[in-house]
T-cell receptor
Framework: DGGITQSPKYLFRKEGQNVTLSCEQN?????MYWYRQDPGQGLRLIYY???????QKGDIAEGYSVSREKKESFPLTVTSAQKNPTAFYLC?????????????FGEGSRLTVL | KQEVTQIPAALSVPEGENLVLNCSFT??????LQWFRQDPGKGLTSLLL?????REQTSGRLNASLDKSSGRSTLYIAASQPGDSATYLC??????????FGQGTTLQVKP
């Protein structure tokens, strides 16, 4: 079945550690996105990528890094520089950006900093 | 700056009732508007996508309307069921390609 797979579903991190969240899609979508969701704040865009080997900062990119070496994959690294990393992270993809089509989401990864 | 607002933040209705969820946006220069459903601890599922040139879209018991001039969209749910209980989010795609999400309306349908 086509879709977006995020892993791990739950992740615990000690302060000062970097962690990488995986996002894989088999929808043949060009555009991929990372969002962060916090209670009462809605979804905020961290990074997005329109094409392989290219990505752009979103509204809250500080403390995060991404790569787009393959069309299917868009991993997100939460670095130790991110001051408040505990959140629910959502990966999404669409046909193209600017998106004239639907946005499809993965099931999310919940990161907790201990 | 585009802002998307969803009112009310929470809604509780008895099973079988028809209901309307509201979404308003401040800038009418949008590509499209999407309605999503989110279950607790899960990702978002796209329900309906309305292009800027369209007035409404329907899928089963769901009907979404778009009035760009007034900056409003509504999601109508007919004959609500307990399985409809979830958080419903709307998002607008700006001409620059950026998506702006509302904070959602949490719906509870009581049996």
């Amino acid at each position: 079945d086509g879709g977006i797979t995020q892993s791990p579903k739950y992740l615990f991190r000690k302060e000062g550690q970097n962690v990488t969240l995986s996002c894989e899609q088999n929808l043949n979508h060009d555009a991929m996105y990372w969002y962060r969701q916090d209670p009462g704040q809605g979804l905020r865009l961290i990074y997005y990528s329109q094409i392989v080997n290219d990505f752009q900062k979103g509204d809250i990119a500080e403390g995060y890094s991404v790569s787009r070496e393959k069309k299917e994959s868009f991993p997100l690294t939460v670095t130790s520089a991110q001051k408040n990393p505990t959140a629910f992270y959502l990966c999404a993809s669409s046909i193209a950006r600017p998106s004239a089509g639907e946005l499809f989401f993965g099931e999310g990864s919940r990161l907790t900093v201990l | 700056k585009q802002e998307v607002t969803q009112i009310p933040a929470a809604l509780s209705v008895p099973e079988g009732e028809n209901l309307v969820l509201n979404c308003s946006f401040t800038d009418s220069a949008i590509y499209n508007l999407q309605w999503f459903r989110q279950d607790p601890g899960k990702g978002l599922t796209s329900l309906l996508l309305i292009q800027s040139s369209q007035r409404e879209q329907t899928s089963g018991r769901l009907n979404a309307s778009l009035d760009k001039s007034s900056g409003r969209s509504t999601l109508y749910i007919a004959a609500s069921q307990p399985g409809d209980s979830a958080t419903y989010l709307c998002a607008v795609t700006l001409m620059a390609g950026k998506l702006i999400f509302g904070q959602g309306t949490t719906l509870q349908v009581k049996p």
